[in-house]
């Protein structure tokens, strides 16, 4: 029996940047926040593929060259929908992040026949989601706290997690990781 797999790409954030970003997940009580442990910033979601389709996607991923560089965080925002709204803490569009974010798209396309994914790459970190969301109260508290998302990270690898889903919410296990000196793990 085959069992596909749920994955994607990310850039998982060093525990101090995650701790800042932790001290934001309050003052909301019907906001459902990401567990601190989850926190990173997506570059690709993948989806659900079989064995095979793995292993072209990790050869894939092993293909990427890039240096490491730095990101900066960038305020707060939302993603707001009728049904639910998810709250983000901002990252600056760098030429580095965004020429990273291409080099993966070209692999997986490459290597695991997955079409470049369209529309505009808006990197963020999700901090939390909530159902019939209250616009004025997630205003407000973007308001309030936006001036102090601000900081740098370095930069110098990524992973491809494998997302579990469970009664507790997802769960995310490092599949693979690659440093971008080229060496994988």
């Not at 994955?7 to 701790?19: C, D, G, Q, R, Y």
């Not at 992973?159 to 997802?170: K, N, P, R, Y």
Request: with cysteine.
């Amino acid at each position: 029996m085959h069992t596909s797999t749920r994955l994607f790409v990310a850039i998982e954030l060093p525990e101090s940047t995650k701790n800042i970003l932790a001290k934001l997940q309050r003052g909301l009580p019907s906001m459902t926040w990401t567990q601190v442990l989850n926190i990173h910033l997506t570059l690709r979601f993948i989806g659900q593929v079989g064995p095979e389709q793995k292993v072209h996607i990790l050869e894939g991923l092993e293909q990427v060259r890039v240096e490491p560089f730095f990101l900066s965080l960038s305020g707060l925002g939302m993603f707001l929908k009728k049904s639910h709204a998810v709250l983000w803490v901002g990252v600056a569009r760098s030429p580095a992040l965004l020429g990273l974010k291409k080099e993966v798209d070209n692999s997986l396309e490459r290597f695991a026949g997955l079409a470049v994914e369209q529309g505009r790459f808006t990197p963020h970190i999700t901090l939390g989601r909530m159902k019939k969301p209250n616009k004025k109260v997630l205003k407000e508290f973007i308001a309030q706290y936006s001036d102090t998302m601000h900081g740098i990270f370095p930069v110098d690898c990524m992973t491809l997690l494998q997302s579990i889903l469970t009664a507790d919410g997802a769960v995310h296990v490092v599949a693979a990781r690659y440093y971008f000196n080229g060496l994988g793990l």
